[in-house]
């Protein structure tokens, strides 16, 4: 159940101890009793997972524990965890499958996967090392208390609540002392230069005047309708709970650190370095990409997608007549002023802009759309240098919080403006704003699919929808359309940098040098995306291997098909059942394919 190693990620190990368990404990069981005792089952898991978990409760807009944050850090949360996914597993391995069919059959297939790989996954400490620069529970946090994320600060009790998890926040921040300090003893510790990243995120929240405080934010945006006392009540409790706990919290981690944990940490940079680490990589390539693919094989893929895409950007260069090699090409396109914008506000309208477009073209493609509406943000400055290039937030499904396309505008000279139509596509329309919504929307089917993931899906299918640019009308200028070349690229490139970096000793230079030979990258994003690889390892693949096999599954339904494939009807298949295995997708596709023969 481990969805989160902090707050909200998946965690990670090999299947084997799982897939010994003997399913001889199913018993034959009538249909409808079968299915019955599994919706059961996976909405009595949802509800549990929800309580254990009440940040995750929060982002789906369920707040019914917004008044408290998990320590998911500490030794009880963890046994408890992991008892719930033991109890889960052996519940649903009772239940004969092959009495199931349709939805049922995919909802305990889901199930059975995710409990099988979470259950696995608590052979790895990932609980040692807690905190990293691209995703920390104090990153997280502080998005959490700005007012400009999932927890509401709409009424008098919104308040209250937030105020009870700054209290929690302080114990977790604590936990994960005292967690670095167990990994320094055992030799599992970050890398030097993530953690000198780190430690500018942490300070930019010391400060001494709270009122300047990003926490103090929702007390200037109060509410109207509160009322005088209340308005004074918690202002005076949020100056006080800034001063005495938030930031001193953040003083504590920083000074933690900067003076005793820095000396403690590794100038490697692949995981296969750390106590068992090549095993643990070998999980997290299973668990990221849903497939049995090894490290190996993944960065052959990624060598040979390299070198394809590199020919069809020579094809660009041909187009524009351009004069040079790939390089000057790249080198060009990096440095000529008529392809970036002055501003990052420029840069944000820029996107906001693409919205009706892209809505319209969109529908001889698509006919199912989210209800569900989105709006484009900067990413907050504080996080901004580390941050990717673009992400997506969900919204909630009764559409009282939108969902959310960060772009970064950090260095706006290395954001050009040819990136942009990709971009746009993969984070927002038809990308993960058209799957996260439409699956969280989805009526029928269970909350754990609903409101779950997986990351081969969500990213392949947003790196899908990079692809689908000229079947929408987009791409006309052949440099947007070089944009998505080099998008694609980036994730062969992943391919071959993350497996270099976790499976075959590759340095942080090494990953770099790469990067600037095959890529139109600028400094400042090849090193926040290096960085990245090094911090979740394995993440990085699940955008190509998804993407390629949901390429296969259109290609192979085309050619079986013919005359009779419906894209259509295809991207209705493929979001109306929400996100899964790409296995499982691949199971539902080739049924489809032979209801329609």
């Avoid at 009793?33 to 909405?43: G, R, Y």
Wanted: hydrophobic share 40%.
């Amino acid at each position: 159940m481990r969805y989160f190693p902090a707050v909200l990620a998946f965690a990670i190990l090999s299947l084997a101890a799982c897939e010994q368990r003997p399913v001889a404990e199913a018993v034959t069981q009538p249909a409808e009793q079968a299915a019955a005792e599994l919706n059961t089952l996976v909405e009595e898991y949802f509800d549990k997972l929800l309580e254990l978990n009440p940040l995750y409760a929060t982002a789906i807009g369920d707040y019914r524990y917004n008044d408290r944050l998990a320590n998911t850090l500490s030794p009880g949360y963890l046994a408890q965890s992991e008892a719930l996914d033991r109890e889960y597993l052996e519940r649903v391995l009772a239940i004969d499958a092959e009495a199931l069919t349709g939805q049922d059959r995919l909802t305990y297939d889901t199930f059975r996967w995710s409990r099988e790989m979470d259950v696995a996954g608590y052979r790895f400490p990932a609980h040692l090392q807690p905190i990293n620069q691209f995703y920390s529970i104090t990153n997280t946090f502080v998005q959490l208390g700005s007012g400009a994320n999932v927890h509401p600060f709409k009424t008098v009790k919104d308040y209250d609540d937030f105020l009870t998890r700054v209290d929690d926040f302080s114990v977790i921040v604590d936990q994960a002392i005292g967690n670095m300090r167990q990994g320094a003893e055992q030799g599992i510790v970050q890398p030097t230069v993530l953690m000198e990243k780190v430690l500018p995120q942490l300070e930019s929240q010391i400060v001494d005047d709270v009122e300047s405080s990003m926490f103090y934010t929702p007390v200037k945006n109060m509410p109207e309708e509160f009322s005088a006392a209340d308005r004074e009540r918690l202002a005076a409790a949020w100056r006080e709970s800034i001063g005495t706990k938030i930031v001193p919290a953040y003083r504590r981690l920083h000074n933690f650190i900067g003076d005793d944990y820095l000396g403690a940490t590794r100038q490697s940079v692949g995981i296969s370095e750390l106590p068992d680490g090549e095993a643990w990589y070998a999980y997290l390539v299973r668990q990221r990409t849903t497939t049995d693919l090894t490290p190996a094989e993944i960065h052959q893929i990624g060598l040979d997608e390299v070198a394809r895409i590199h020919g069809e950007m020579r094809g660009v260069m041909n187009e524009v007549g351009f004069e040079g090699d790939l390089q000057d090409f790249f080198e060009y396109l990096n440095t000529d002023e008529r392809f970036y914008f002055d501003t990052p506000e420029e840069l944000i309208q820029g996107y906001r802009d693409m919205t009706d477009q892209v809505t319209e073209r969109t529908r001889k493609l698509f006919d199912v759309a989210p209800k569900t509406g989105f709006e484009v943000r900067a990413v907050e400055p504080y996080r901004e240098k580390s941050a990717s290039g673009g992400s997506y937030q969900r919204g909630t499904p009764d559409g009282t919080r939108p969902g959310v396309f960060y772009a970064n505008t950090y260095d706006i000279k290395a954001r050009p403006k040819w990136a942009m139509e990709s971009l746009f596509l993969h984070e927002a329309i038809p990308g993960h704003y058209f799957q996260i919504e439409i699956q969280q929307e989805l009526e029928g089917v269970p909350r754990f699919r609903r409101f779950g993931g997986y990351t081969a899906f969500t990213e392949g299918w947003g790196l899908y929808a990079e692809s689908l640019g000229k079947e929408l009308g987009m791409y006309t200028d052949p440099y947007q359309y070089f944009g998505a070349l080099n998008a694609e690229l980036w994730r062969a490139i992943r391919l071959v940098v993350d497996t270099g970096l976790h499976s075959k000793g590759w340095s942080r230079q090494d990953v770099l040098d790469y990067m600037y030979a095959n890529s139109a990258v600028k400094e400042a994003r090849a090193v926040s995306e290096a960085e990245r690889y090094m911090a979740i390892p394995g993440q990085a693949l699940a955008y190509k291997i998804g993407q390629l096999k949901i390429r296969e599954l259109r290609t192979r339904a085309e050619e079986k098909l013919g005359d009779r494939f419906d894209v259509v009807a295809f991207h209705r298949l493929v979001l109306s059942q929400g996100s899964m295995p790409l296995t499982l997708l691949e199971q539902r596709v080739d049924r489809w394919i032979a209801e329609q023969a």
